[in-house]
């Protein structure tokens, strides 16, 4: 805390921190003093002139949101000659404002408006000037007015701050305008369309497509809940007037929504939401009431538990739901029907090795997305932070501009390693060599920390391992030299304050090892490692015990079962439950009925076409979902499912924090909860709940959220490095790479109902060759490729683009098309799929090869 | 300020030549500010000042040196209200009279034919574009001659005219 001073404002004395703004000491002060272009969040410009005072001693009239304040200084905010100042400055604004304020949604929150009535402006003295620039609505999002902008260049900084950088002033003088590169539409500009340039408009330039006349400020009621993207889990507020969304803000002025946050919630009123239970009769699934298809699913579940056992079924869960619906989903499973046998897609994405990660670091390695702004060194795995998991990416940003330096291992150029200090472009799966290499640099380099080294477990033997690695080797399957190995351990390893982010569900569980092995050799265990998660609630999911291997807080099940059996009141299962992968190779024989909340394995899991044989060959499969998925369609019985913006409830995000979700809008249909009761109730298990009050009040007298990691082990894995993913052949000579796009997201279902799908070209059914790679292929922007695998092939189109190295595409997982290709080869020891690199052939459709 | 120019219209030149070079475009009372004072002194310069004008610019530069942001826009607004003090009889006789001492201002001089020099020959007629100029050309012996003059509503003091007299009976007043 910096030192307080006296300063007099308006007569009053008030103590404020030394070194503040004058706008931010009269603000602490309870004055408010009018201003356009600063903005809390921005650094100051100073070019409105609406904010300027008094100041005794001063020359002429003073910006207070460019200076700063001193001890003694007398400063008058509201005297006749600013008041003067002020209202010539509105009028000039106001006379090149064409505004029509009865038709504008900004009415009643502009803060043009604003000044303009505190100040009784009532005309200007000046003749309107219209600059007659044609409004923009070529966009799905944002609609551009620049006949309104009051050039307050608010939108500019803030681009340049967390935006994609693409918009300036144009021109000068009198006819300077905000504007794209060329004045392209934004859509063609780079514009990653997070939209933070529109929350901070002062006015109505800018404004969100979907509200426009449906409905304005004061009518507008405001919730607070969660993203149901990814992992990051900001806040969201969203605003609504009868029951509608309008639109999405975050919780302050400048806080950063991506592109999906801020706009992608529209699948929620996406028609093609399920609103009444199906059951299929005669092979189509056809409309039915809750009652019925309770019934019936109720029967032939139980009609399997009595002549196979409960053993034979099992459950799956996605990761996006709330903490409640999934403890609610297992206790279904385990004490309703009998059975262990439940999994979740967080498997799909680092889990369980996240687990362990954390287990051998202690919560002391937890970040939070303020630990990245303040950090001095990040290393980045294969995280495409501004893409998959844009909040972080912003915080990495904000970290850049504070001097922090910045190492990306990524095989891909990225927005975010385009910045970096060092991009280690290392060849696609060769994450382990990097990572055990820089150990190695790390060691003998002597950039660690000895002292704590030798008190973690394994010391000695690490170091033997690490003398038996050849860096030759390391320099020949991942393609990087030694030397920038070095220069990026020292990087890393002379960091007072550093984080590692990764992707958890693009790195091997080796990789994870090798991460918690870099941090306890540097001795970093406090706020040091993040695994970037891809769905919203992964930490919550595992916690409540949605995966095969754990009970609620996880807890082994053969320590735990005797507490829950009481806490239950039944007799539980001593059998483990298997995993999806293991249900999937006994669907049909070991495995007869499945009960599917929120989640699409056919579409997430590797290997689709088998995966939908195996799940056509069930007896039985019930779904609760919000659309009609590649697995509902095979489903006997459908239930509705909610979104997240109509459930109350917790997650837990990626900074394991927890997190309050709450309805934005009356459910569409009947909560995924009451759902999971009900149909509880039909199998003679009743579960007594009259809101998720009640089952967050259960979970929280059995387990702690998010869990406290007691345990540290503090012992170095030692990891024999490998190439993960499928390695290239012969036959299938190149490797493809599967990940996230900027409109796109994880498997596709919201995002291909939202109009965000019109912003990623082709709807994300494409697969991007470098330029050296379409040569030799013959192929050209837009032409249509077969791209082959071990296990299928599929027809796409080609997009040139020079982000990758030769022999490596990139296709989006948003379009699902790679569930034909990828392998389902599974790490044997935590049972999750690595399907995320697959070698393949590709060829120019239409030509022989 | 140099003696010898309408004083008017170089303050106009002068910020017009700002505008388009020295002005950022950033600190917004500047940029319209100045914007409005060219607006003025455009009515001004071409006869359709109004008598609140002078107190108009008078308002818009002494606000634009409390309110701008860099000396390049108070500097600018300054040489507008230093020229409005020195030279406040030729604002008033440009708004007033619509006279122009200079009689550079173009649009509030007009263009008149002395009758005494003139030798009705018609030349100016035939050049004169808008027609403005009325009269017969003179035939000898006859009497009833209808001379030349111009009518100021339809002039747009292009100088055809001017460059056409051989008798040198065209003046600008």
């Known amino acids: ?849 | 300020m140099s003696s010898d120019g309408c004083p008017v219209l170089i303050v106009l030149e002068f910020l017009k030549g700002f505008a388009k070079d020295k002005m950022c475009g950033k600190c917004l009372p500047c940029m319209l500010g100045t914007v409005r004072m060219i607006d003025v002194l455009e009515r001004i310069t071409n006869g359709k000042g109004e008598e609140e004008d002078i107190v108009l610019l008078d308002e818009i530069s002494s606000y634009i040196v409390d309110t701008a942001r860099c000396k390049l826009g108070k500097d600018a607004a300054t040489f507008v209200k230093d020229s409005l003090s020195s030279s406040k009889n030729e604002y008033e006789e440009h708004i007033k009279d619509k006279y122009c001492a200079q009689k550079s201002c173009e649009t509030i001089v007009s263009y008149q034919i002395n009758s005494e020099k003139c030798t009705i020959c018609g030349a100016c007629k035939e050049v004169c574009p808008e027609d403005a100029i009325v009269g017969e050309k003179m035939v000898s012996y006859l009497s009833d001659n209808k001379p030349y003059y111009i009518k100021n509503k339809k002039c747009t003091k292009c100088g055809e005219c001017l460059a056409v007299c051989e008798a040198d009976a065209i003046e600008i007043v």
């Open chain 1, 1 to 849: 805390m910096s030192e307080q001073i006296t300063v007099m404002i308006n007569g009053k004395e008030a103590k404020v921190p030394e070194g503040i703004l004058i706008i931010q000491a009269a603000k602490m002060a309870g004055i408010d003093i009018p201003h356009l272009c600063y903005c809390e969040c921005l650094p100051s410009t100073g070019s409105c002139r609406v904010c300027l005072v008094e100041i005794e001693g001063a020359k002429g009239l003073v910006a207070s949101c460019a200076r700063k304040v001193k001890d003694g200084m007398v400063i008058d905010t509201d005297t006749e000659k600013v008041r003067e100042a002020r209202r010539f400055v509105l009028e000039l604004i106001l006379s090149n404002h064409p505004g029509d304020c009865m038709s504008c949604d900004k009415n009643g929150a502009c803060e043009l408006q604003k000044y303009a009535y505190e100040l009784g402006i009532e005309k200007t003295a000046f003749s309107m000037k219209d600059p007659g620039y044609e409004i923009d609505r070529s966009n799905p999002f944002i609609e551009r007015n620049y006949n309104l902008c009051i050039l307050c260049g608010r939108c500019v900084g803030i681009c340049k701050t967390q935006g994609a950088d693409v918009i300036d002033f144009v021109k000068r003088g009198m006819v300077t305008k905000v504007a794209t590169p060329m004045d392209k539409p934004l859509q063609e500009s780079g514009c990653d369309f997070c939209g933070s340039c529109l929350a901070v408009c002062p006015v109505g330039a800018l404004l969100e497509v979907d509200r426009r006349f449906r409905g304005r400020e004061w009518e507008m009621e405001e919730t607070k809940t969660v993203c149901s993207y990814c992992g990051c889990g900001c806040d969201l507020v969203f605003g609504t007037v009868d029951g509608q969304i309008m639109r999405a803000t975050g919780e302050s002025l400048g806080d950063f929504l991506c592109a999906k946050g801020r706009f992608g919630w529209d699948f929620v009123e996406s028609s093609k939401r399920i609103t009444k239970p199906l059951i299929k009769k005669n092979g189509v699934l056809t409309e039915s009431t809750y009652e019925e298809a309770f019934e019936f699913a109720a029967e032939r579940l139980l009609d399997i538990r009595k002549a196979h056992g409960a053993n034979r079924i099992g459950g799956f869960i996605g990761a996006g739901n709330t903490n409640e619906v999934a403890y609610l989903f297992q206790k279904f499973l385990r004490a309703g029907i009998g059975t262990n046998n439940i999994d979740s897609s967080a498997r799909l994405l680092g889990f369980p090795a996240l687990v362990d990660l954390y287990e051998a670091l202690g919560d002391g390695a937890v970040v939070s997305m303020e630990n990245i702004e303040e950090a001095d060194a990040l290393l980045l795995v294969n995280a495409d932070v501004t893409v998959a998991y844009p909040r972080v990416g912003v915080a990495v940003k904000r970290a850049l501009s504070n001097g922090a330096k910045l190492v990306v291992v990524d095989a891909g150029r990225t927005k975010i390693s385009e910045k970096a200090d060092i991009h280690i472009q290392s060849m696609a799966g060769s994450n382990e060599f990097v990572l055990s290499g820089l150990l190695k640099e790390l060691l003998d380099g002597k950039v660690y920390d000895e002292e704590f080294a030798k008190k973690c477990g394994k010391f000695e033997d690490l170091k033997k391992s690490l003398g038996k690695l050849k860096m030759e080797t390391v320099e020949r399957e991942s393609g990087i030299s030694k030397d920038v190995l070095k220069e990026a351990a020292k990087l890393y390893g002379e960091g007072k304050k550093t984080v590692i982010i990764f992707g958890a569900e693009t790195v091997s569980p080796q990789t994870m090892e090798l991460i918690a092995d870099i941090s306890l050799l540097t001795g970093k265990t406090k706020a040091s490692v993040l695994p970037c998660l891809l769905s919203s609630n992964l930490w919550g999911t595992v916690y409540m015990g949605a995966l095969a291997e754990f009970y609620p807080g996880v807890r082994k099940a053969d320590e735990a079962g005797s507490d829950f059996e009481k806490a239950w009141g039944v007799k539980l299962s001593k059998e483990a439950g298997l995993s999806i992968k293991e249900m999937l190779d006994g669907m049909g024989s070991s495995i007869l009925g499945m009960y599917i909340i929120g989640a699409d394995p056919v579409a997430q899991l590797p290997n689709s076409s088998s995966v939908a044989k195996s799940f056509s060959s069930l007896d039985f499969l019930v779904v609760q979902d919000t659309f009609l998925t590649e697995t509902a369609k095979l489903a006997d019985v459908v239930l509705p499912g909610v979104t997240l913006a109509e459930s109350n409830g917790t997650i837990v995000n990626m900074e394991y924090r927890t997190k309050e979700v709450r309805t934005a809008i009356e459910p569409l249909v009947q909560a995924d909860w009451e759902t999971v009761v009900a149909l509880s109730k039909k199998v003679n298990y009743t579960m007594d709940y009259s809101s998720e009050k009640e089952i967050a009040k259960e979970i929280k007298s059995l387990v702690s959220i998010p869990k406290k990691i007691e345990k540290n082990t503090y012992k170095f894995t030692l990891v024999e490095p490998k190439i993960s993913g499928e390695e290239p052949d012969k036959k299938y000579p190149y490797t493809l790479i599967v990940g996230e796009t900027t409109f796109g997201f994880y498997d596709g279902v919201r995002t291909k109902n939202s109009k965000l799908s019109e912003l990623e070209p082709n709807m994300g059914d494409y697969v991007v060759f470098n330029s050296d790679d379409a040569a030799s292929l013959g192929l050209e922007d837009g032409c249509k490729v077969t791209v082959k695998s071990r296990r299928g092939k599929v027809i796409t189109s080609a997009k040139i683009l020079d982000f990758l190295p030769k022999g490596m595409f990139f296709m989006p997982s948003c379009h699902n098309k790679q569930g034909v290709l990828s392998s389902d080869g599974i790490d044997l020891k935590l049972k999750s799929p690595q399907d995320r690199l697959i070698a393949v052939s590709v060829s120019k459709e239409g030509v022989a090869k």
